[in-house]
């Protein structure tokens, strides 16, 4: 039993409002769907759209031919192979800063409800965090 009992009423959390009965709705008409969280040091972007949630990671970059010449070319080999082995319908990309990114499209039933929201979200975790390993001991590990 909860020693105070939950509140019948809306609860702010972000751009969002959780109804009594756990759905989300916006704060307001300029609310953007929109929160980040850390996971393992690294920042994970969520952005609520139709039909699901997009979830963009940094994970690693390669590093500078000034700092670490000798990792340079093994990291441009190993960011040429993760890409075909990841989840069906996840990417990664090499940014112009040469951070390495990845991202990943969920289906959210509608309307969300928190539950809703956190199922996507500890999927992607636990699917990413191999990837997460591999960049590390790679050389490319990088937090947010």
Known sequence: MLPHPLPNRPIPLGP??????????????????????????HRVDAKLGPGGVTLNMLIGRIPSTIRRPEVRDP???????????LPEGWTMRLTPEHTIRVQAFDTVALPATISGLVEPL????????PYLDVIQQGGLGVKS
């Open 16 to 41: 969002f409002v959780i109804e009594p009965e756990g759905r989300l709705q916006l704060r307001g008409v300029d609310a953007k769907p929109a929160f980040w969280f850390l996971w393992q040091g």
């Open 75 to 85: 990291a441009f080999a190993l960011l040429r192979a993760l890409p075909g082995t």
């Open 122 to 129: 500890v999927r992607f975790l636990l699917r990413v965090s």
